[in-house]
């Protein structure tokens, strides 16, 4: 600043005696200065210096002061605070699972209604957990064609259409054998339960063998899934965990702890997983397998029975001379079992990742790694020390099978391609990897009714996982006023909201896969919003920082500013 | 006195024409120093931008060319200069001998010295228009820009112009030159009103009544709004839209290619936090404009020498100063002859601006040829510079606010002062 002191302050004069005379004569000095006052400055110099200093204070006032408010105001889209914070407290909508139970018999309908009431009752006695219960209706399918249900002549087999059926009770009475028994069909969610004529209650009364007996059937059934919901509505849903406690199962804690397990086992849901199955090898050999058959027979029935889920993308490689990690110990030779073994605490660092070519992920949802180590034949069998297993599983990573080539005479070349046949227990245990890492809960014993349990449970976490992110987001907004909130981030808020109303009414018309669906576009929307990247830019920026930006070159600037401000106003008040 | 003339012009332009054809790779190698040739003065760029005009693209598609679009159809008259570079260095060598031209119609007007309000107690020490014009042609500066033909050259012609116009009372090609000039490179609208204040003393000291000075003002103020208009409107209709306003003056202003310079800025805005860079071009702005309502008060009565300040000021605090801003100043100042004598820091000025011009190319090429240096290095040099012309600007307005303190009291001549 140059001109600050050049323009705003006249030059007058000193005698000359003063100024040249050495720093020792200053009391002298001033005593001839006191003697010989400058001339009083003349009034067009006066004013000339005040209209320059009002000149820079008003580019300061007119310019400057606008320019900052309008560069430094922090743009804040609207967000629907309160909404959001409702929906995080459960206060909008309480996620139930009724479930329904399409029950099949062949009896006069005054017996088939009287059945159902009785087990309704006993059902409902039985249940502890309010938000997921189990309603019955009648399958009338031997008195009216229902569009939607559909009766195979033989009368093996009967398939609902309607999805939104949990399960299908088929009564079916017998002569012979334990009465009342139960049969839950692998394959196909229906409970087929044997019963003698005799056991149809009667309409007069309250209670029958029969009603309590599907009551506890479908009771155990579901059990696996309320303990899940119902940690989930603990762990996530504030609601729950609050002054509304009673109406949750109360879980075990041992049960907790294994739900737990199960939770941190599985990989975090995505619409899209990508799944990478790997052939390592530590020699030449076997350098081909014969995948796409392999996959084709094992994984793709399994894939696509997920599909109402997730989807899935392969890709398969081979690695010729990759060795395991060599941060662990090396396998000891164990005489009694006359095999390789390896330590189950080097399992965890048994992926070499600096050398094996693992990409963290491909394309946009997580990688599932499935990796099949064939083992020299120096080093074979190669077994886990504690079990003999050859197989683990890596929490929200993938999975290992160690595939021990069959022992070959000496001299016969080991085979170069790994066929179907020696691939099969490997994809066995892939399969059962994958399901655990998709998080399928070990029971019920149908796979039908498995997968609905998953979608539910999946349903159930993206739902309170978007809910509580927008808690989470409102809660970010009150507490940093320095974020600034983009319209896009309103936007996502509105679908977001949008899509949980509509996973909502879903829910409570127990239409399951469309609340999915709804959920999970809900759930990326309030990813999306919260991770905003805009927002967080400001984040770290507390307002004792701005001090910084501001200073240094504001600060020296604005003193003579100031300084001269104060000087011409004192001036003016004086005279006056 | 016109045999001096043609001889120095001659001379001038044989040396840039010898220049051109003795070394026909020095033009492309100083177009690609970003110590002379800037975003928004670039020859390349404009090389660019002619190329997609002449192919029928809107240049300003290639997000290279930051120039104004009035440039393109004259520069499109000419033969290709990677064939034909005649035709252009000609033009730029006449750019130059114009410029000198007009520096000497300043010169021989005097009012550097003698203005309307004021005269300068030493007004017998001045040197003749043609050393000026000399200090101009065979500025070393001068000549690197006239040889990497950026389009500065043309801007310091314009305000050239408009100084020597505004020195001779001529209202309308004052205005016109001023409002080409601005349109070429925006900045110089600052130097509106000096020029207008130098061009009303002129008018008011040549005829008997001096003209209304109200009316004055708003006539000249609505004829550069006119024409400035009027350059704008033919440019839209050239381009066919209005985008090239943002693809210019939009540069200009918010500085979104930070290509190093001798400037300020650059250095500045990389290390910026995104969230305060609009308020900062704000301030760096407004810092600039802060100066001209201040100097024009101050030195009223000397507008000729707050029009030369402002070129100087320019040349430092401008977001995309080059050496040609740097050249305009420095060519300008030796009009003040007879400020120099009380002037303190002249040898530390000329010492760090000699520094700076020698270091600033040595230390560019350490941080990006040689790999060995970094972006510091040359920020600190173009740091010296600045302060090497903040030198010659302070210490000259020290001079002049002396220089008019004798005249008020001519008993402190040659006395030292203290400032109180």
Redesign the interface.
Same mark, same amino acid.
């Given at each position: 600043m140059? &001109?600050a002191?050049?323009?705003?302050?006249? @030059?007058?004069? %000193?005698s *000359?005696s003063t100024? *040249?005379s050495a720093a020792g004569a200053t009391s002298d000095s001033n005593a001839q200065s006191s003697t010989r006052q #400058? #001339?009083p400055e003349t009034k067009e110099s006066i004013w000339?210096?005040r209209? @320059?200093v009002l *000149? +820079?204070w &008003? @580019?300061?006032l007119l310019?400057?002061l606008p320019?900052?408010w309008?560069?430094?105001a922090i743009y804040r889209a609207e967000l629907p605070l309160q909404d959001m914070t409702d929906w995080a407290d459960d206060k909008v909508c309480k996620p139930v699972f009724p479930l329904r139970v399409a029950v099949e018999a062949s009896l006069p309908l005054q017996d088939a209604h009287n059945l159902l009431r009785t087990t309704q009752h006993a059902i409902d006695d039985l249940n502890e957990f309010s938000a997921h219960h189990l309603r019955l209706i009648l399958a009338e399918s031997h008195n009216s064609a229902n569009a939607s249900q559909e009766v195979v002549s033989d009368g093996t087999r009967v398939t609902t259409d309607d999805e939104d059926i949990a399960l299908a009770v088929r009564l079916i009475p017998v002569e012979t054998g334990t009465t009342p028994r139960a049969h839950l069909q692998p394959y196909a969610p229906t409970l087929d339960v044997y019963y003698t004529p005799n056991q149809i209650p009667t309409p007069s009364s309250t209670g029958s063998p029969l009603a309590s007996f599907i009551a506890q059937e479908l009771h155990k059934i579901f059990e696996e899934e309320q303990a899940l919901l119902s940690y989930l509505l603990s762990t996530t849903s504030t609601a729950y965990s609050g002054k509304t406690k009673p109406k949750t199962k109360t879980l075990s804690a041992e049960k907790t702890a294994e739900i737990e397990r199960q939770f941190t086992r599985a990989l975090k849901y995505a619409s899209t997983y990508h799944l990478t199955f790997s052939l390592f090898s530590p020699t030449a050999t076997p350098s081909g397998w014969e995948i796409e058959s392999v996959l084709k027979h094992y994984v793709s029935p399994l894939l696509e029975s997920f599909s109402a889920i997730s989807n899935f993308t392969v890709d398969t490689q081979v690695q010729l001379y990759a060795e395991f990690s060599p941060s662990i110990h090396r396998p000891e030779h164990d005489e009694s079992l006359n095999a390789w073994t390896l330590r189950k605490e080097d399992l965890s660092g048994f992926i070499n990742a600096a050398e094996w070519p693992l990409s963290p992920s491909i394309g946009t949802g997580p990688t599932v790694n499935f990796v099949l180590y064939v083992p020299g034949q120096d080093q074979s069998p190669l077994l886990i020390k504690e079990n003999g297993g050859n197989s683990w599983l890596i929490p929200q990573w993938g999975g290992v099978v160690i595939l021990n080539p069959p022992l070959q005479d000496e001299g016969k070349q080991a085979s170069t391609i790994l066929t179907e046949d020696a691939l099969a227990p490997a994809m066995h245990a892939f399969s059962n990897q994958l399901l655990s890492l998709l998080g399928l809960p070990q029971t019920p014993e149908s796979l039908p009714l498995k997968l609905s349990t998953l979608k539910r449970v999946r349903l159930a976490s993206l739902f309170f996982s978007a809910s509580s992110t927008m808690g989470a987001l409102a809660r970010l907004t009150n507490a940093l006023p320095s974020i #600034?909130i983009p319209d896009a981030v309103a936007q996502s808020i509105d679908s977001t909201t949008k899509h949980l109303q509509e996973a909502c009414n879903h829910l409570h018309e127990g239409r399951f896969q469309g609340a999915l669906e709804h959920a999970r576009i809900a759930e990326a929307e309030a990813e999306k919003a919260f991770f905003e990247r805009s927002m967080v830019? %400001?984040v770290y +920026?507390p307002d004792e920082h701005k001090v910084a930006?501001y200073l240094p070159?504001?600060g020296p600037?604005a003193v003579p500013l100031l300084m001269a401000g104060l000087k011409e106003i004192k001036s003016l008040l004086k005279r006056s | 006195m016109d045999q001096q003339k043609a001889l120095l012009f001659g001379a001038a332009a044989a040396v840039r024409l010898f220049l051109f054809t003795a070394f026909p790779s020095l033009p492309s190698l100083l177009a690609g120093r970003v110590e002379v040739s800037t975003p928004v003065t670039s020859f390349k760029r404009l090389q660019e931008g002619l190329f997609l005009y002449v192919h029928n693209v809107s240049p300003y598609d290639g997000g290279v060319y930051h120039q104004a679009p009035l440039l393109l159809p004259l520069f499109s008259l000419l033969p290709n200069p990677s064939h034909y570079p005649f035709a252009t260095n000609l033009l730029y060598t006449a750019v130059d001998l114009l410029g000198a031209h007009a520096l000497m119609l300043v010169a021989d007007s005097g009012q550097s010295i003698t203005t309307r309000l004021s005269k300068s107690s030493r007004k017998d020490l001045r040197w003749n228009s043609a050393a000026v014009a000399a200090s101009f042609l065979f500025n070393p500066f001068t000549l690197a820009a006239c040889i990497a033909r950026s389009t500065s050259a043309l801007t310091n012609l314009f305000v050239l112009l408009a100084l020597a116009k505004a020195s001779q009372g001529a209202s309308i090609t004052f205005i016109l030159s001023l409002s080409i000039a601005s349109y070429l490179s925006m900045h110089p609208l600052l130097l509106f009103p000096p020029l207008l204040i130098l061009c009303y003393d002129v008018r008011a000291s040549k005829s008997k009544v001096a003209p209304s000075p109200l009316s004055f003002t708003i006539v000249h103020a609505v004829a550069l709004v006119v024409t400035l208009c009027g350059l704008l409107y033919v440019s839209a209709l050239l381009m066919g839209s209005w985008e090239f306003l943002s693809a210019t003056y939009g540069v200009r202003l918010l500085l979104p290619d930070l290509t190093p310079n001798v400037g300020l800025w650059w250095y500045f805005f990389t290390e910026m936090f995104d969230s305060f860079r609009e308020f900062f071009l704000g301030v760096f702005w407004l810092h600039v404009v802060s100066y001209m309502p201040g100097l024009t008060i101050r030195l009223r009565k000397q507008p000729l020498y707050v029009a030369t300040t402002l070129t100087g000021i320019f040349a430092v605090f401008t977001p995309y100063p080059s050496i040609a801003d740097a050249a305009l100043y420095l060519s300008l100042v030796p009009l003040f002859r007879h400020l120099f004598p009380l002037m303190r820091y002249s040898f530390l000025a000329s010492a760090v601006v000699l520094y700076a011009s020698f270091l600033g190319p040595t230390f560019y090429h350490l941080w990006i040829y040689a790999g060995s240096g970094n972006a510091n290095f040359f920020y600190a040099i173009t740091l010296v510079w600045s302060l090497g012309f903040s030198i010659i600007i302070g210490d000259s307005l020290y001079a002049v606010l002396r220089d008019e303190l004798d005249v008020e009291r001519p008993e402190l001549r040659g006395k030292e002062v203290a400032r109180i």
């Open positions: 140059p &001109l002191e050049g323009a705003s302050a006249p @030059v007058t004069s %000193q *000359s100024t *040249s #400058p #001339p000339v210096r209209l @320059v *000149s +820079f &008003l @580019v300061v310019l400057g320019v900052w309008k560069t430094t #600034p830019g %400001q +920026f930006v070159l504001l600037v | -």
